[in-house]
């Protein structure tokens, strides 16, 4: 069975530690002093279109072969009760409700991706201008500090199994796990009430973010070659274009899976 972390790095998510509906694609989003990103607008407040259209979105897509896995996953408890943290409206008391749980098992329904052709977004801040009057987001984008959301993970449910050290079931009857269930009408229990709890939404919550990073290359003096724009893959392959902006994806190997926007 597929890990989880490893499974959303592999592919450069990050898990938003809030899931929610309205973390829209070409949003911007800056790092503050303890390193959280923070949302400071989209894409068109501090690149100006010129003659190229914004870049097209495909929205409500099947989520790729590559991240099938998500259909049935594992994960530690310790980084399975963070993901569950964010859809409990109050959280407190999930880790004395499922402490016996050794390890979790998350199966997304009905998954979806939404996601940036990106190579029109090459062309588009190739051909845009960028909004010198924003003067503090200019210098924070010459500073390489400012990210761009390309790619979301969205699912509207989802079934949890909680198994001990021994892969057995964990017990869900008792007073602890019903005080915190019943606090959260959206989770609901099976009718044994062994093993297994699941999240029924309204709508399509995003889970998981793509992000990609703008590095700015200044033209260097003693040479022959134009300010370069690249996109840099988690592969190492890299694609040129001919402005002065680098894309790099947000999360890696190093960085913490979870994203708090």
């Known amino acids: 069975m597929n890990n989880l972390s490893n499974l959303l790095k592999g592919y450069g998510f990050g898990f938003v530690k809030t899931p929610r509906a309205n973390i829209e694609l070409l949003r911007l989003l800056a790092k503050d002093a303890d390193g ?6 989209f894409l068109s407040d501090l690149f100006i279109q010129y003659s190229l259209p914004y870049p097209d979105e495909e929205l409500d897509m099947p989520i790729p072969n590559e991240l099938g896995g998500l259909k ?7 980084m399975g009760l963070k993901i569950l943290g964010g859809y409990f409206k109050n959280p407190i008391g999930l880790d004395t409700a499922f402490g016996k749980a050794d390890k979790i098992v998350f199966s997304f329904l009905d998954a979806k991706t939404d996601s940036v052709n990106l190579i029109q977004l090459d062309e588009f801040i190739n051909d845009a201008q ?3 009057r924003a003067r503090t987001f200019k210098e924070r984008l010459e500073n390489d500090e400012i990210f761009i959301i390309t790619d979301t993970l969205k699912s ?3 079934s949890v199994e909680l198994l001990d050290s ?3 079931k964990v017990d869900l009857n008792t007073p602890e796990v019903e005080k915190i269930i019943e606090g959260n009408t959206n989770f609901q229990r099976t009718k044994d009430r062994v093993g297994h709890f699941s999240y029924v939404g309204n709508e ?5 973010v793509r992000a990609v990073r703008l590095i700015y290359e200044k033209k260097k003096w ?6 370069g724009f690249r996109i840099e893959e988690e592969s190492g392959y890299v694609v040129r274009g001919t402005e002065n902006y680098s894309v790099h994806p947000l999360t890696n190997k190093k960085t913490d899976l979870f994203i708090d926007i």
């Open 36 to 41: 959280n990103l923070n949302p400071i607008g």
């Open 72 to 78: 049935s996953t594992e994960t530690s408890a310790s």
């Open 130 to 132: 960028v909004n010198s």
């Open 156 to 158: 509207p449910s989802f």
């Open 166 to 168: 021994n892969n057995a």
């Open 204 to 208: 399509d919550l995003v889970f998981g």
């Open 222 to 227: 003693y040479s022959k070659k134009e300010a």
